[in-house]
């Protein structure tokens, strides 16, 4: 299985967890390629069997890049996708990142939401057990 894993990350949160579920797909000898918002072309993505988009709420909506890059895609009709979410409020963007992703045509396979602690600043905010749910997404896709 091929997949490609676009995230946007101020504090490093969706970075962790993407590096984390990368090697997780790596254990099941799969390739991966991840790219930020800022790298990847949302009209030229590379092939790939699963697309997996992580990004953080802010300003009481998705990231306005990955936002942004989502609106942009091109030629995803039909792709299989899983969506990550990371938030410091109790309202996940899952939903938001559901909603123009299906405008793409595409066909969601998994999602998972984290929220995350103090310190967000830190880049350690990450409630415990994050591990184990990146683990149980991983499964699904």
């Known amino acids: 299985m ?6 946007w990350s101020r504090y490093g949160h969706n970075k962790k ?8 797909l790596k254990e099941k000898n799969a390739e991966t390629k991840i790219l930020t918002t800022e790298e990847a072309n949302p009209a030229t993505l590379p092939e790939a069997d699963y697309y997996i988009f ?12 990955m936002r942004s890059f989502m609106k942009n895609l091109d030629g995803m009709n039909g792709k299989k996708y899983g969506i990550i979410n990371t938030h410091g409020m109790n309202k996940n963007r899952l939903k938001k990142m559901d909603k123009l992703l299906s405008k ?3 066909i969601k396979v998994a999602d998972v939401d984290f929220k995350v602690g103090k310190n967000i600043q830190s880049g350690n905010a990450l409630m415990e057990g994050w591990e184990a749910k990146i683990d149980e997404f991983a499964k699904k896709l």
């Open 2 to 7: 091929n997949y490609v894993i676009v995230y």
């Open 17 to 24: 967890i993407v590096n984390y579920l990368a090697e997780k």
């Open 54 to 65: 992580s990004a953080a709420a802010e300003a009481f909506n998705l990231q306005r890049n």
């Open 104 to 106: 793409k045509n595409m």
